[in-house]
């Protein structure tokens, strides 16, 4: 057997083998799609400086809403402590033979804790306290003026009590507190919702400026494409050298403008996105020539569109503050639910004692103000007057919408029908140019009759590549007004 063949030939397969996978490879790497540029679009969103405030913004809002739900409904817990030392003594002179207490000597030490919580979804107050006190009391009691005698009193008194506050009416457990609450909860959405916008503005952008590039793209292949047919025209006479090379030169300075601005909208979109692989990467132009609208369109924008959801959000937040100022102006009319239970024992000066005692109370307490209030009166009619305008606010965004939306769709429909259009008009160059240059190796027409029919020919292809690329920008302002551009659930801080 031949080894050192076999293994020469098995090497050559394997090296043949890795070449076209580095070919592949680098095929794959050289090129890219709308899809893949919008993969990294998407990296861009998640690491991109741009949105590095944006994300804090939103991140400051969710840590007000988690301060504002801890202080209106976190568990509060109280202690307090106290010690006190009362002494005093007095003189006095009397016929009586009744003792009398000259001299107390009285000390309390007492502590007591208090634990309350709140309800987002009503303005009730749940509290619960427990109190222990333990008075000590040292008598010294005198007949006239002779000692009598003198004695202790003790009392170890331990109360527990369960209490729960319904105001009926107006809201008076910290109300603003929980309106504050409320409109941190549509702060945070709307924060959201303004992060998303810039989102979805910088894919917007950037696609615009894909197509740029993309056009420029073209554009570049059509002249370089024009360049080497005008260099192939077979002269009927040396003169004529002249004018091709003069109209070469004239394409390829045009080619060097459009070549400069290409490239400095390709590194200026590779360092924006920090992707210096664009710079070499060709762009695989996939133009559409059609497009769907959307059904049911009112219904769509009210459902989808950011601009009216953030009105909506005013509107919400404004019908905060009327609940608010309304509730505020009603009177007091609180039910009070309560329980306790008492355990107290000690002793007095002739006996012993150990008492428990349990108590349940229902009560009612109603406050009318007769004349007052007027701020949130005031208050109030003001929220009402800034709510109309929030209204009229949506109303008009809405209408503008739906206008501009329609347009953009008239629009679409009829770039379709021009970019139809110009097949015939191409077909019609070409055989031109065909016609022309047969003409002119039969000495009919001249050669700048030539020239210029291959430059109609080019200008009708530029003319339908112009149409392409601005029907794909048109429906990207389309896709922007619906708010479809940027995927929510990817993207949401």
Known sequence: MHWPRILLVFFELKLILILSLICVLQTTIAEITREQFLLV??????????????????????????????????????????HEIENWERWRTTTSNSPYTRKQWHETSAYKIITSKQFLNNPSKLSLSFKRTTPWN?????????????????????????????????????????????????????QKIAYLENQEAFVYERL??????????????????????????????????????????????????????????????SLRLDY????????????????????????????????????????????????????????????????????????????????????????????LPIIGHQSSKTSLAIAKLNLQKIDYKYERKYKDLFAEIESIEQSLQQ????????????????????????NYQEHTSSIQDYIQAIENEIEAYHSQLKAKVEFQKELLKYDNLLDRLLVEKNQSP
Do not use: C
């Open 415 to 438: 770039a379709i029908t021009n970019i139809n259009s110009y097949t015939s008009f191409i077909q019609s160059s070409i055989n031109n140019r065909i016609q022309e240059a047969k």
């Open 138 to 190: 040292q008598y010294e009691r005198y007949k006239s003026t002779t000692f009598y005698d003198n004695y202790q009193t003790q009392d170890y008194e331990s109360y527990i009590e369960i209490e729960w506050k319904i105001p009926l009416m107006r809201h008076t457990n910290s109300a603003s507190d929980l309106k504050s609450y409320r409109r941190n909860l549509l702060d945070l959405k709307d």
């Open 41 to 82: 679009l998407t990296d861009a969103l998640e690491h991109n400086w741009d949105f590095e405030t944006d994300r804090i913004d939103v991140e400051i809002k969710r840590v007000e809403l988690d301060s504002s739900k801890r202080k209106y409904s976190g568990f509060k817990l109280d202690l307090e402590l106290s």
């Open 276 to 367: 210096p692989e664009f710079i070499h990467q060709k762009i695989i132009s996939e133009f559409q020539s059609s497009f769907q609208p959307v059904r049911n369109l009112r219904n769509y924008l009210k459902k989808h569109n950011r601009a009216l959801k953030k009105i909506e959000i005013d509107r919400h937040l404004k019908a905060i503050d009327i609940a608010y100022y309304e509730n505020q102006t009603q009177p007091d009319f609180d039910l009070y639910l309560n329980a306790s239970h008492l355990s107290d024992n000690g002793n007095t000066l002739s006996t012993e004692f150990e008492d428990t005692r349990n108590d349940y109370g229902v009560a009612i307490e109603f406050k």
């Open 208 to 269: 615009n400026e894909f197509y740029e590039v993309a056009l420029m793209q073209e554009q570049l292949r059509l002249i370089n494409r024009y360049i080497q047919q005008i260099e192939s025209i077979p002269l009927v006479d040396t003169e004529h050298a002249f004018s091709v090379k003069r109209t070469i030169f004239d394409f390829q300075n045009n080619y060097d403008a459009i070549l400069r601005n290409k490239n400095a909208l390709t590194k200026e979109l």
